[in-house]
């Protein structure tokens, strides 16, 4: 019975499998040890440190949570003090841990701005910046009955006009807290001696200056956080205006200077009723030097995503900017501000891109090694297939050998070469290689036929001996 088409394809995608398996299982190999060196997939879940309770850094977490959950990523929204606890989170060596984030690894945070020993010359850890990514202009809210009562006028234009009041100038750790502290260090004004501080987080202090429980406070703190439209709409508030603004920039490092135009928050009351002039930070995502790569191209796309609206302190995408401030920007971000994020908003998902982006190189090294390979390894297994069926030439070399010399008997000889003929009868082999099994055939029928010859031979001539040698 003929076989079919259908059988010889599949005959040959069977024997094509069977030749290209080791270069799959190389491939494969080759892949695993790429993908566990390079590591191109983001950790399930990334500890963000923020900062107290209702202020900026804790309200832009939770969009950075919903923005990375669509990216299965989950986000621990880290609660600490501010900037300079951010800092020293990020330089724990502790690992990562669960049921208590603040006794592990923090892998990003915000950050505003730092005192001048804000850093750790002897720390293991290596700390780079995602780029800015918002503007925080420092707001100073007072009691305007306060400020009529003790300075004659509601309307304040001088820190030093604070002296003897009662500010909160934020949590020690945080950014609020070390600018305020450098400001007032400017003005010749000792906290504690010439004013009594508080250290109270923005949304106490918020509540505690309505209640006249202060005079004034002092935070740092984007335009969208909550106590911020309140404080500006209360009649009892106003808001310290500060013509040295750019003299302080020009004094202070990282600082910038801000304006909130007049009527920004309301046109009917004008809220405010002037332009005011300010001083302030533009907030950086910090990440450790370890902080894994796929995870610092997931920020930057959030980043990219989130802080590119219109506040009242910022233009329409001036956010966020390829430029560092406190730490120099990863290779990552550096790649990212380059590049732009074009390639990741196309509707591929991201772990894909992300494979692809980290993975490219490997993935070609690999098929330039594949091609070699493939030249060298089908030739071995051809070698391999022949080898097989070569190696019973040496056995007709040896029955044909002692046919000639005469020193075995041919019924010997016969018996050897049938066990050939049987186990060569059970062999396969690719089609490819077909003709080779049937020269082998062909050459076994040819020694038996001589084997016969020498048989018949000396069935006529009985004087020959056993083994088929004249004597």
Known sequence: MLINRTQLFVQG?????????????????????????????????????TGPEGSTYANVCQSYQAFLQQHHTEVVCLRTQGSVENIRLLRQTDSASPTSP??????????????????????????????????????V????????????????????????????????????HALMTELLRLNHMKPAIELRTAELSPREASDALIQGRIDAMAFVAA??????????????MGLLDMPQAKAYVHKVSNLIAA??????????????????????????LIVREDTHPALQNLLLMAAHSIHQELT????????????????????????FYRQGPSIKNQGVPFWLVNFFERMWMALISILA??????????????FQIRSGIFRWYADLQQIETALTVGQIPWTVLRQHLDEIESNVSKMTVPLARAHDLYALRSHIALVGQRINAATMRAAFHPSEDVTGVTP
Do not use: C
């Not at 491939?27 to 879940?45: E, K, N």
């Open 13 to 49: 995608a069977r024997d094509m499998a069977y030749a290209s398996l080791p270069l799959l299982l190389v491939s494969a190999l080759l892949v695993g040890i790429a993908f566990y060196v390079i590591d191109p997939m983001p950790p399930s879940r990334v500890v963000l440190a």
């Open 102 to 139: 603040l006794e592990g690894r923090v892998d990003a945070a915000f950050i505003g701005y730092l005192p001048p020993e804000h850093d750790a010359p002897d720390s293991e850890v290596d700390l780079f910046s995602l780029g800015l990514v918002f503007r925080q202009p420092l707001w």
């Open 141 to 176: 809210f007072y009691r305007k009955d306060v400020a009529q009562r003790l300075q004659g006028t509601a309307q304040l234009t001088q820190i030093n006009q604070l002296l003897g009041w009662h500010v909160n100038i934020g949590p020690p750790s945080s950014g609020g």
């Open 223 to 236: 335009p969208d956080t909550p106590i911020l439209k309140a404080l500006l709409e209360n009649p009892r």
């Open 259 to 284: 304006q909130l135009p007049r009527a920004t928050v309301s046109m009917v009351p004008e809220i405010p009723d002037r332009d005011v002039r300010m001083i302030g930070t533009a907030a950086s």
């Open 312 to 335: 009242w302190t910022q233009h329409e995408g001036e956010f966020p900017i390829g430029k560092p401030s406190w730490y120099p920007l990863s290779h990552e971000a550096e790649r």
């Open 369 to 382: 090694i594949m091609a070699t390979l493939s030249r060298v390894v089908p030739s071995l297994y051809t």
